[in-house]
């Protein structure tokens, strides 16, 4: 299935707007995704989770459009829809049946061209509380909530664009102004920097003329330049994060960073294949070890944030017995990373990480909506949505070496960043 | 043309139908039901044992569960990490669940490597090894979970909510994978004998769906699962039919300190069987079903009291009952239980055309995208069967959905949902909240 290749179509219209089309007549339904290029790494030091509030704003009318309208129209005519911060993009996505296209991109026009009609205070001040209790909802009343929150400092410098996360401090984002909503939709939101991509039931040219009919019009400003941070090599110094907090076991995240994305796919990908084969699932080197032969570990995971700017960073998490010493469990950590640096993993470990990331691409491209996001990503960070089609093969062609090396260049490191997780009260 | 300044008009969907199943029985009386979903290289196959958690002795509660983590553990002649390995090399996925109806075996895995995949899948559930150093660690681990399950505010409100809701007497309500007396009680034999006494292949479903252009999902299910043969006596009529809680209280978890109250308020509704489903469906979505719900425009639009609220019926074979979940600042737990308890009040007096206009629309057009990957497929089948409904339940329930008006709406919503009986469960700080909740005027006051 690695020769699987999807059909994209792309133009850019007058006013900057980037469109693709993935066309994929009689499916039913069609997804829309928009990606502007503006994320937590642009925001100014002192009004941090500025662009995810934002995005809540997007949601509560602009000039044609009611407060909740949008949200509304949509879903009662059969549509899914949602939006995301990141700290390199925000995105904004719908799928539906195929009858309502010309509405979600009407709806999706009038936000990008008039939302500042609709900005008023109290909407602000609504999705202000929203935003609070998202954050505690995901973070604050939730064991080990604050666990990334807490290791992105350690790898990253304060002052860096990946120094904080995207849903950012509340203080901060209680000081912000109308006016600063504003000012970031004028500066953000303009069509020369924001990709669109119509995915599923619909022809390429019929795509490109209802782009051109809703967005077309819109004004825009000059494309905002990208500047992105120098990449930086693994952390040197290692820092550890004690906290004892309400937590069922201790636990340890470990953190490091990566290679970015595009150039460097293949070497991040490299690095998150190895990353895989010391601790993603049962498979793992780590799961083997910690959970079934010394039995000190519960859980063992690890997950990989692929971005642009300089770096991308991984991070794993152990989850151990509360009668285990957590600096075995890192020693541990630090020898199988050793080990895979100066070994690599074997064939079989190599195959079992193609076909995981392979699966998950599959699972990832099932959807009209998650074809289209991947085109969006592909063509708002890396300039070229074609990018989509190239993943497989160059997954297929990746080799232990390439992972060992990703291990010893990066990987080494993880155990240099640390935030470890004591339970308070009686440990039992 | 510029765009308008009103929305466009929208086409609708009409012709969407649920894919066709073909259904055959393999000579071992496995039931298959194959559906073909075009463009989808994932896999999805499903094997459904149609046994109650019920059937577990009192004693030995989480013994299904334990079961469905030993399967993975080790089967015919390959060890634990053995059969790890190849399920991985397949980039396949194999999950067991044990729910109220139903033992299920869920496998995910790319088209190209669907017949290896299935062979470790009927190995795992025909030829199981259930090692003793493996019983021991799974068992370890399932403790572990248990203990941790208690520092999660959502997993202590359904635990308080079940313990609420059911009878003592009724298997639900006690958690589903046990208590840490009971799966600490289980040996290794309870497990063989779980799996000799309720897996067999006499009567059980597979449901394959996904893209079937190049393949035989027959030809590969009866290669995979031929050989196992058995049969044994029939497990379903064993769930329980208790008498959901009709009687108004507050139970309250304490979690000192706690920035947010973990909120559930739910009373007893009806299954998918009966006649009012649709109608009650439509009066859902208006309520707490959706994003403009009444619920959610309250108390997150409106006062910014959460992230989020919704309500939904929860539905098994035998019983229905009516949710409503959210997570409110600390300082707003009474006001918003009000609020939830004056809105599904109110709502008894009935809903505007408009409101049930667009409940309707939004849930028969978004049937399409809600079946878009074979694993949703797979999954609304696995329901189907669990719970005991015809196959053709999708396209009737559809057709039921577009034909409920206003009236029916309202209807059945005084019907089945009477709030002045509806059972409240809100995890938060006991000093804080109790005084209040027990002035709320909703029953008596219990610590949970």
């Known amino acids: ?428 | 043309m510029s765009p308008s300044t009103s929305p466009p008009a929208v086409v609708s969907n009409v012709g969407w139908r649920f894919p066709p199943v073909r259904e055959t029985v393999l000579p071992n009386a496995i039931r298959l039901l194959a559906y073909d979903c075009p463009g989808q290289f994932v896999i999805a196959a499903t094997l459904v044992f149609e046994v109650p958690l019920a059937v577990e002795p009192r004693a030995l509660e989480g013994v299904a569960g334990l079961a469905g983590r030993l399967l993975t553990q080790g089967s015919g002649a390959l060890s634990a990490e053995r059969f790890a390995d190849a399920l991985a090399l397949c980039g396949a996925d194999l999950e067991v669940v044990a729910s109220v109806d139903a033992f299920v075996v869920r496998l995910e895995a790319p088209v190209t490597k669907l017949r290896e995949a299935l062979a470790l899948m009927a190995q795992c559930v025909s030829d199981p090894m259930v090692a003793a150093e493996e019983f021991a660690n799974e068992q370890r681990l399932r403790l572990d979970e248990i203990e941790q399950e208690k520092a999660y505010p959502n997993a202590l409100a359904s635990k308080a909510l079940n313990r609420a809701l059911y009878p003592e007497s009724s298997r639900r309500s006690r958690p589903a994978g046990g208590t840490a007396e009971t799966v600490g009680a289980i040996r290794r034999d309870d497990v063989v004998d779980y799996v000799r006494d309720r897996l067999y292949p006499s009567g059980t479903t597979l449901i394959m769906t996904g893209d079937f252009r190049n393949t035989d999902p027959r030809a590969l299910a009866a290669e995979a699962f031929g050989s196992w043969a058995g049969g044994g006596e029939a497990s379903s009529g064993l769930g329980d039919f208790p008498v959901v809680s009709w009687a108004p209280r507050i139970v309250l978890v304490d979690q000192p300190a706690a920035p947010q109250s973990t909120l559930r308020v739910a009373g007893p509704a009806i299954t998918r069987a009966d006649p009012r489903w649709a109608a009650l469906f439509v009066a859902n979505y208006c309520v707490g079903g959706s994003f403009g719900s009444r619920i959610n425009t309250v108390l997150r639009e409106q006062k910014g009291f959460t992230y989020g609220a919704d309500s939904s019926v929860q539905t098994t074979r035998d019983v229905g009952v009516f949710v409503v979940a959210t997570s409110v600042r600390s300082d707003a737990t009474t006001e918003a239980l009000s609020d939830i308890v004056t809105i599904t009040r109110d709502v008894r007096g009935g809903f505007s055309d408009e409101e049930v206009g667009r409940a309707v629309t939004a849930a028969s057009e978004s049937m399409a995208l809600g079946f878009e990957r074979a694993s949703a497929v797979a999954a609304r089948v696995e329901l189907l069967v669990s719970s005991g409904l015809p196959l053709d339940h999708i396209d009737t329930n559809l057709a039921a959905l577009r034909a409920v008006t206003p009236a029916a709406a309202a209807e059945a919503y005084r019907d089945v949902i009477d709030p002045a009986t509806f059972t409240i469960v809100v995890v938060g700080d006991r000093a804080t909240h109790a005084d209040a909740l027990a002035s709320l005027g909703h029953g008596p006051l219990a610590d949970g």
Request: hydrophobic share 40%.
């Open chain 1, 1 to 428: 299935m690695s020769d699987v290749a999807y059909s994209i179509e792309t133009l850019e219209l007058d006013n900057g707007l980037r469109v693709a089309v993935s066309p994929d007549p009689g499916l039913g339904v069609v997804a829309v995704n928009l990606w502007y290029d503006v994320g937590s790494r642009h925001e100014r030091p002192t009004r941090q989770g500025f662009a995810h509030l934002f995005e809540h704003l997007m949601f509560q009318g602009s000039r044609n459009v009611a407060s909740g309208q949008h949200m509304e129209l949509l879903h009662s005519n059969g549509a899914s829809l949602n939006a995301t911060t990141s700290f390199d993009r925000t995105n904004y996505f719908e799928s539906f049946p195929s009858g309502a296209l010309d509405l979600a991109l009407w709806l999706e026009a009038d936000r990008l061209a008039y939302l500042s009609d609709a900005l008023d205070q109290a909407n602000l001040d609504n999705q202000r509380d929203v935003v609070y209790e998202e954050r505690r909802q995901r973070m604050d009343n939730v064991p080990y909530g604050t666990s990334l929150e807490r290791l992105v400092p350690l790898m990253f410098p304060a002052d860096h664009p990946y120094g904080h996360l995207p849903i950012g401090n509340m203080q901060q984002l209680a000081e912000s102004s109308l006016e600063e909503v504003r000012d970031f939709h004028s500066t953000f939101y303009l069509p020369s920097n924001a990709v669109l991509t119509i995915a599923g039931d619909v022809t390429a040219d019929e795509g490109f003329a209802k782009a051109h009919h809703y967005f077309g019009p819109i004004a825009s400003g000059p494309r905002p330049t990208r500047s992105l941070a120098d990449p930086l090599g693994p952390v040197v110094d290692t820092g550890v994060d004690k906290i004892s907090a309400d937590v069922p076991v201790p636990a340890a995240y470990l953190g490091c960073r990566l290679p970015k994305d595009e150039p460097q796919a293949r070497e991040l990908a490299a690095a998150e294949l190895v990353l895989g084969v010391l601790g993603f699932g049962e498979t793992s080197r780590l799961h083997r070890r910690l959970v079934r032969r010394d039995q000190v570990a519960s859980s063992v995971s690890a997950y990989v944030s692929r971005m642009i700017s300089g770096n991308s960073f991984g991070m794993l998490t152990v989850r151990i017995d509360p009668r285990t010493d957590l600096d075995e469990v890192v020693d541990a950590v630090d020898e199988e990373v050793r080990a895979l640096s100066v070994d690599g993993p074997t064939e079989d470990e190599v195959q079992i990480a193609i076909a995981s990331s392979e699966r998950e691409w599959f699972d990832d491209m099932a959807t009209a909506a998650g074809r289209a996001d991947a085109i969006s990503q592909a063509r708002l960070l890396f300039g070229d949505a074609r990018l989509v089609n190239d993943y497989l093969p160059m997954l297929h062609s990746l080799t232990a070496d390439e992972l060992g090396k990703a291990a010893a260049d990066w990987l080494t490191a993880l155990t240099r960043a640390q935030v470890r997780y004591e339970p308070t009260g009686d440990p039992g």
